[in-house]
């Protein structure tokens, strides 16, 4: 009998309270991993929603007013004021299209350029442009695009500032034309007033490693500027020729747009020669009208469109994920290294005609 009770003795109280607390805990990871597994699914479905709301978005942004995408950021000035001198920046190596990432820096993009100047003749407020220039110039008909755009405001009658920073060179200056008024920095790099197309000739490296590139054209010169054989006759001419024209084409244009300068003059003259110049020697040379600062820039805008009050701004897109959704939509073309005005810039691409000092 001792034996038996013995065997039915219950279990001590400190066994039981463990095995419910085992339990409990159990209980409680269950839950902290439902509610987490809940979090992140809701959370995937969020994000995938805004996702697909922000590429609707980009579809229907052609149809609506183009000043819904941007805001306007405040520089200086009155804020109260309903007069707006717009601020469009040319930062970077002038290209045509889009930046290929919305976080590209190196590069300005002609298609949002024109887009900036084409808002501000539209814009009511605007009363005057300061296009702010800090680049080495860039590929010829997107600089030409830019310049024509920057026409067109003063056209609508709104006058255009120009003001290069630490550089306006050949493209940029190119821009810089088209405005009412060039203001540089005394130190600023400015001039380069020439063209380039660049290409590379590998065929003797080829022969010397045992490849061969056979190439199948319709014509003579379907293959021109080929780098992987010898040149052919007239070659050279025809491209010679067509560096000549663009290059008169843009001594047509300083001419038309500095009144002091002749296109006989600047013709076979230094000032044409593709060497650059600082600014304090471009005023020299009648290539700007003053030298100065931002600020000088802002004054002088605000003295050509007459106003006594005034803000300072510029567009800024605002974000979106259609943005995200464009990052990365292109490939982006392989791109020939050289060397400009001393930094390395994977800029210069083979076959183009370029408003660009390169060394």
């Known amino acids: 009998m001792e034996q038996h009770n013995e065997n039915n003795t219950p279990p001590p109280i400190s066994n039981l309270t463990v095995n419910a607390s085992k339990k409990n805990h159990g209980c409680l990871w269950f839950a902290l991993g439902f509610v987490a597994f809940c979090f992140v699914a809701f959370g995937a479905v969020a994000i995938f929603a805004a996702l697909i709301a922000g590429a609707l978005t980009s579809i229907k942004e052609t149809e609506k007013d183009q000043f819904e995408s941007y ?4 520089i200086s000035g009155d804020k109260a ?21 919305p976080f590209a820096s190196s590069m300005a993009s002609a298609e949002k350029i024109c887009q900036y100047l084409k808002m501000a003749k539209k814009d009511n407020s605007v009363k005057a442009v300061i296009v702010q220039i800090n680049s080495p110039g860039g590929e010829v008909v997107a600089s030409d695009e830019i310049h024509h755009a920057v026409m067109q405001v003063r056209k609508s009658g709104k006058p255009v500032v ?8 050949s493209g940029g200056y190119y821009i810089a034309c088209a405005s009412d008024k060039i203001i540089a920095h005394r130190l600023s790099i400015t ?19 045992g490849v061969k590139s056979d190439t199948y054209t319709s014509c003579k010169y379907k293959d021109i500027l080929s780098g992987a054989r010898p040149e052919k006759i007239g070659e050279r001419a025809i491209i010679q020729g067509h560096i000549d024209k663009v290059y008169k084409a843009f001594i047509q244009i300083v001419a038309d747009g500095r009144p002091q300068l002749s296109y006989k003059g600047l013709e076979n003259s230094i000032i044409t020669d593709g060497r650059i110049f600082l600014g304090s020697e471009a005023l020299k040379l009648k290539l700007i009208d003053k030298l100065g600062f931002f600020d000088d820039a802002v004054e002088t805008a605000a003295k050509l469109s007459k106003l006594k009050d005034y803000r300072v701004v510029a567009y800024k897109k605002k974000f ?19 060397k400009l005005l001393g930094k390395n810039k994977s800029m210069i691409e083979a076959g183009k005609f370029y408003y660009m000092p390169i060394q």
């Open 71 to 74: 805001k306007r950021k405040f």
């Open 81 to 101: 004021s309903k007069n707006t001198i717009l601020v469009v920046p040319v930062n970077g190596v002038i290209v045509a299209g889009e930046n290929p990432s």
């Open 162 to 169: 120009a003001v290069i920073g630490t550089m306006g060179a």
């Open 191 to 209: 001039g380069s007033i020439g063209v380039i197309i660049q290409n590379f000739k590998y065929y003797d490296l080829l022969k010397k490693i």
């Open 320 to 338: 979106s994920f259609s943005a995200l959704f464009n990052a990365n939509a292109g490939a982006k073309s392989a791109n020939i290294n050289v």
